[in-house]
């Protein structure tokens, strides 16, 4: 299974753009990146995923490389309810599995 | 729509007992998955059900752990005899197999304390 990496921590402005940055170097062409937060004594939730094209949804923006070696998840305008774990997951193609590194904890500061 | 419900929310328990979680999935997904969550770590996958059949248990440590998924919808996990070691956040998610992608929807979590 392909593995990623993640920067332990990052800070953000409260109302500025969160980048979350994600190595997956060894990624195969039938895996998904997925992107879950985790806020303290909660499960993790979904954001985004891509397989290999940009995406965006109400919550974030995915970018995915061309080489699809790296990716980075954009929160466009952070708030202090934003600051949460960010993992980013490699998953194969209609399998179930995840394995989940260690993630971004990313604090919002007023 | 409900998301993924778990039971109890949180549990204390001496080592040596046995103590079960239970976890009803959203209406629809026929994938089931249970998760462990050691302090300050990632989820780590111990059990998928596809239906009622568990397709993937290679992590889940059988000389005290089992799992059912009757009748393919809620789950139980059991732990018996819990040990020290088996403190931890046990996270239920739940997908639908088919859809694009398979998002997985996790529940909060029961939060396991042994003493």
């Known amino acids: 299974d392909a593995k990623t990496t993640q920067p332990p921590s990052m800070d953000c402005a409260e109302g500025r753009a969160a980048n979350l940055p994600c190595n997956h170097s060894?990624?195969?062409?039938?895996?998904?990146v997925y992107w879950y937060r985790q806020i303290h004594s909660q499960g993790p939730q979904y954001i985004i995923h891509?397989?290999?094209n940009n995406e965006t949804n109400e919550m974030a923006s995915l970018i995915i490389t061309e080489d699809r070696k790296s990716s980075t998840l954009i929160l466009p305008h952070a708030t202090l309810r934003d600051t949460a774990v960010y993992y980013c997951?490699?998953?194969?193609?209609?399998?179930?599995?995840?394995?989940f590194g260690q993630g971004t904890t990313l604090q919002v500061k007023p | 729509e409900a998301g993924v419900v778990q039971s109890p929310r949180y549990k204390i328990i001496e080592k040596k007992q046995p103590v079960a979680f239970w976890c009803n999935p959203i209406?629809?997904?026929?994938?089931l998955y249970w998760y462990r969550q050691n302090l300050g770590q990632g989820p780590e996958l111990l059990i998928r059900?596809?239906?009622?059949?568990?397709?993937?248990d290679s992590q889940l440590p059988k000389d005290r752990f089992s799992a059912e998924r009757l009748k393919g919808v809620d789950s139980t996990l059991k732990i018996q005899p819990a040990e020290l070691g088996d403190s931890a956040v046990y996270l239920c998610?739940?997908?639908?197999?088919?859809?694009?992608?398979?998002?997985?929807?996790f529940g909060p979590g029961t939060r396991l304390l042994v003493l």
């Open positions: 998610a739940s997908s639908q197999t088919g859809l694009a992608g398979e998002t997985q929807y």
């Open positions: 060894t990624i195969s062409g039938n895996e998904y």
């Open positions: 891509g397989l290999k």
């Open positions: 997951i490699v998953r194969v193609r209609n399998t179930g599995k995840l394995i």
């Open positions: 209406s629809g997904h026929n994938t």
């Open positions: 059900y596809e239906n009622e059949e568990a397709v993937d």
